[in-house]
Every structure is written in C-alpha cells, then in structure tokens.
C-alpha cells in the first residue's frame, strides 16, 4: 500500500500541484485577453508584454522596499508592488487606448487593424520592459520557500517520497481564487460590470439605453491591468521573470481563452487548467511513479514521458488547432460566436 501512496505523492509533487499553480495563472491571463475581446472585440496580441511591464515594476518596487530594510516575511515582498505594478500598467493602458486604440475604435475599423495594432503595441513595451529591467533572467522571490517541505512530510508519514508544496503555488492559488471570485462579484453585482456585460452582449442596444462606451472601455482596460500584472507577478514567483517568457506565454494564454470559449470568463478559467494540465502531464517522466506501481519485471526502459519538456508550447499549439477544427466555440461558447 505504501506504494501506491508514494505514487500519489510523486503525482502531488510533479502534476497536480504544478499544473493547479500553472493553470491559476494561466488562467487569470486568459481572462484579461478574453476580457478584451469581449469589450473591444479584438485578439490583444500585447498582453503577454502587458504582464511583463507590471511585473517588471513591480519587481523594482521589491528591490527598493528591500533596499529600504522594508519586508512581509515570510511573504515575497513583490507583493507589496503588486498595486504598484497594477497602478502603472493600468496608466500605460488607459493611454495606450487613448492615444492609440481610440482613433481605430472611432473609425470602425476592421478587427484585424486593431490585432496588427496591438502587435506594434507590443513590441513598444517589450522595448520598454528591457529597458526598464532587462533582457536577463530575474528570481525575485524573498519569502519563505516551503509550506511543506520533504524532508518534513517524510518524517510524519514514514513514506519514501516527501510532497513539497512551495509558498509561491499556495499563494498563487490562493490570489487567484479571490481575484476570481471579486472579478465575477463585480461583473455581476455591481452597475458598472453589468454595464460591462451588457456592452459585451450587444454593443447597439447598450449604446441605446445610455451606457457610455468610453467608461466601459476604461474600466476593461484597468481589470485588464488588474489581471495582467497579478497573473505576472504570481508566474515570476512562481517560476522566474524573463521578458522572453512572458511573449511565448501567449500562445498558452490564447489556446486558454479559445479552449473555454473566446470571450468567455467561465471558459477561460476552464481553459487555463486544461491547458497547464495538458502542458505538464504530456511533458512529465511516468517512470518514478511506475516504479512504486508496477513490479520490476514489467518497468519499461524508457522514461516513459510522451514528450520533452522542450515541446512544452507545442502542446498549447497542438490544442489550439484541434479545438479551432472541431470545436471553434470552445468548451463554452465565447462572446461573438
């Protein structure tokens, strides 16, 4: 039996917990790009360089609260420039719209004009974060390292394997499930995220019972900044910051939102863990876990991992073009669809 629970640990340990931290991310991503679309009714193709700038700022403020003697241990102190981070990205935005989007939104232009738009966007506040910050990678996380620790786990239960559960992931969690739970309280208790929802739901007639467009644009653009910067800053903890990184996390951001459906809350949050479970367990070697389960006689030799972890994103490919043939609605059908 204590093999069949060493199994579960090693599970615990290299897919559950991971892939449940990465699919929290994820998911608050797909969020803010289905946000958008569901708004403004177009692909932010900026929104991964969008978590790079909060980050970054917020990164910065750490490292000058530290510098400071300022600390919330055994928190990171990269959650006190959380707000910090939010309040930048959210002023970038709103003027990025103002001083950008606006004029293509006043002129009814075509939606692939504001996708190429949000592309030079882009690349605008990818120069800006590598400027700010640079190109190289960034560990930022001072806080306490382990909630459980294996050497701690093994000593309670008697087991061979040790479950880890790092601060980083408890607190990812858990960030995500109030910003998730605020968000929805907002879209669906308070006038302005009706107002929001409304708009979503049929721009014309919103317009028609007096909705003001450019106040529900502003008020998308700023959770947008909410979500981004909170998703990038429980990533770089996570993990680590590299503003390469949060560029690629695009593509499984995107195959996020169209797996639950484009435009779909709901859906994306859905998405974000089909994706991160997909990523991690097609990407993880079984052969620990069937050592405990199978008797030696019937190991395999190999390591019993379908693919490399070097094909991580080819999997988020490969899931966005199997839902785009046959199910281009998504798990839950997405605004516009």
């Not at 910003?179 to 669906?188: E, G, H, I, R, S």
């Not at 909410?226 to 560029?247: E, M, N, Q």
Request: with cysteine.
């Amino acid at each position: 039996m204590d093999g069949v629970f060493n199994a579960l640990v090693v599970l615990m340990n290299f897919v559950v917990i991971p892939a449940t931290a990465y699919g929290a991310q994820l998911a608050l991503g797909a969020l803010g790009v289905t946000l958008i679309f569901a708004v403004l009714r177009f692909s932010n193709f900026a929104h991964g360089d969008t978590m790079a700038l909060g980050t970054a700022v917020a990164i910065l403020t750490a490292w000058g609260l530290q510098a400071a003697g300022v600390s919330i241990q055994p928190l990171p102190t990269a959650l006190v420039g959380l707000p910090v981070g939010i309040a930048v990205t959210a002023a970038v935005l709103l003027a990025t719209d103002r001083g950008v989007y606006r004029f293509y939104r006043r002129q009814k232009a075509n939606p692939i004009i504001l996708v190429i738009v949000s592309m030079g966007v882009m690349f605008i506040m990818n120069g800006i974060v590598r400027f700010l910050i640079g190109a190289g990678e960034q560990r930022f996380d001072d806080g306490a390292r382990f909630i459980i620790d294996v050497r701690g786990f093994r000593q309670m239960t008697g087991l061979a394997e040790g479950l880890a559960l790092r601060t980083t992931q408890a607190i990812t969690v858990a960030v995500a499930v109030l910003l998730v739970a605020a968000l929805f309280w907002f879209l669906n208790r308070t006038r302005t995220g009706k107002s929001m929802r409304a708009f979503a739901d049929n721009e014309d007639l919103a317009l028609l019972s007096g909705i003001n467009p450019e106040r529900v644009v502003a008020v998308a653009w700023l959770l947008c900044a909410i979500l981004a910067t909170t998703a990038g800053v429980l990533y770089g903890l996570d993990k680590s910051f590299r503003p390469i990184t949060y560029f690629q996390l695009l593509l499984p951001i995107f195959a996020a939102a169209i797996v639950g459906g484009f435009g779909n809350p709901v859906g994306a949050i859905a998405g974000g863990f089909v994706v991160a479970f997909s990523e991690v367990a097609l990407t993880y070697a079984f052969r620990r876990v069937a050592g405990y389960l199978l008797p030696e006689s019937l190991m395999p030799d190999g390591l019993m991992q379908l693919l490399s972890t070097d094909y991580k994103f080819a999997v988020s490919f490969v899931i966005l073009i199997v839902v785009l043939l046959f199910k281009p609605t998504g798990l839950f059908k997405g605004a516009g669809t």
